[in-house]
């Protein structure tokens, strides 16, 4: 049985070394990763799709990268390169591209479909670790990694390699959504459901309290009608509002309340106005729950005040309605 502290050595030496061939790759980075992302442009924009495929270890790398593009908006399917040659090479259209991954470019499945697929009418890209290897010289484009060993032990166990070509994948899909201008409101539509859809679909209305449960009076009221109608809307801001147009002057909060009373003890007949926050961070109500979750991080707040165009306060988030997660 391992010491906890040869355990946690061993770990660190794991990580490591799939770090430095991260650092690596990162460092070597040419014209051939510019090259690739601009080809992967013109396929994508074309309306093209990405068929990944790959073998052993590199099988799930090759479906991740798949699922990473199609919530990005690139449709991009998985190719078992031995069911390929029994029927599925039906998914392969002409004019696709085809990503293949091999640590080796030696591997035997994938240097027998290259041709297939080129046969259809696909260009291949070979994300690889040998530049010069069967399957680079079959490929259209090749784009290179590096790294100085596996972390397996025995060495055998693909593990600083497939660490290295997923996050090479990563860095295509990344650089070609800034490229063609993704947005959250992209995003969102692809990704309905659970917390990270909620939070992405939800309009500030549809989260925000309303009515009896958001205080607001006119800005000439005291302390103590503000502390009254905050306690009867079980919240802990009130908006104060202009008497005459209606527009959003400041908030008063619970806390706001407390601190002035440490200084006035006859705080409670003074007018709120005194004691009020002017010009308060605020969302309008045609934004998104996202949008305010923003806010909730950038600023360390505790309520939101929702505005109309017309700066007229129309409700308010707290902050523990909010759906629990944070910011993709």
């Known amino acids: 049985m391992l010491e906890s502290s040869e355990i946690l050595l061993k770990a660190r030496k794991c990580l490591e070394l799939e770090e430095n061939a991260i650092r690596k790759s990162r460092e070597n980075l040419n014209q051939a990763f510019v090259d690739v992302v601009r080809v992967l442009f013109e396929y994508i924009q074309n309306g093209k799709k990405l068929v990944f495929s790959g073998v052993g270890k590199n099988a799930p790398i090759c479906q991740k990268l798949v699922g990473t593009f199609n919530s990005t908006g690139v449709t991009a399917v998985f190719l078992d390169p031995l069911q390929a040659l029994h029927g599925d090479l039906g998914i392969c259209d002409?004019?696709?591209?085809?990503?293949?991954?091999?640590?080796?470019?030696?591997t035997e499945e994938l240097v027998r479909l290259a041709p297939?697929?080129?046969?259809?009418?696909?260009?291949?890209?070979?994300?690889?670790?040998?530049?010069?290897?069967?399957?680079?010289?079959?490929?259209?484009?090749?784009?290179?990694?590096?790294?100085?060993?596996?972390?397996?032990?025995?060495?055998?166990?693909?593990?600083?390699?497939?660490?290295?070509?997923l996050s090479l994948g990563?860095?295509?899909?990344?650089?070609?959504?800034?490229?063609?201008?993704?947005?959250?409101?992209?995003?969102?539509k692809f990704h309905p459901s659970g917390n990270l859809g909620k939070v992405?679909?939800?309009?500030?209305?549809?989260?925000?309290?309303?009515?009896?449960?958001?205080a607001k009076l006119a800005e000439d009221v005291s302390v103590r009608d503000a502390i009254y109608h905050i306690t009867q809307a079980r919240c802990g801001t009130i908006a104060l509002v202009d008497a005459q147009s209606g527009a959003l002057r400041g908030?008063?909060?619970?806390?706001?309340?407390?601190?002035?009373?440490?200084?006035?003890?006859?705080?409670?007949?003074?007018?709120?106005?005194?004691?009020?926050?002017?010009?308060?961070?605020?969302?309008?109500?045609?934004?998104?729950?996202?949008?305010?979750?923003r806010l909730f991080e950038a600023h360390k707040i505790n309520d939101l005040v929702v505005v109309n165009v017309d700066n007229q306060p129309v409700g308010i988030v707290d902050?523990?309605?909010l759906p629990g997660i944070h910011l993709i």
Do not use: H
Request: net charge negative; aromatic share 6%.
């Open 116 to 165: 297939l697929v080129q046969r259809i009418g696909l260009k291949v890209i070979v994300i690889t670790a040998e530049s010069e290897s069967l399957l680079a010289e079959a490929a259209d484009w090749v784009l290179p990694y590096q790294y100085e060993e596996e972390a397996c032990p025995l060495k055998l166990a693909p593990t600083a390699s497939t660490t290295v070509a």
């Open 94 to 106: 002409s004019g696709d591209i085809a990503i293949m991954i091999s640590n080796s470019g030696g």
């Open 170 to 188: 990563d860095a295509l899909a990344m650089v070609l959504l800034e490229m063609r201008g993704f947005t959250r409101d992209d995003f969102a």
């Open 200 to 214: 992405l679909l939800l309009k500030v209305t549809e989260i925000m309290r309303t009515g009896n449960r958001f």
């Open 251 to 293: 908030v008063f909060s619970d806390g706001d309340f407390r601190r002035a009373s440490l200084e006035n003890s006859s705080v409670l007949d003074e007018p709120v106005s005194k004691y009020m926050t002017p010009s308060p961070i605020t969302i309008r109500d045609d934004l998104l729950a996202v949008d305010a979750l």
């Open 319 to 321: 902050g523990q309605d």
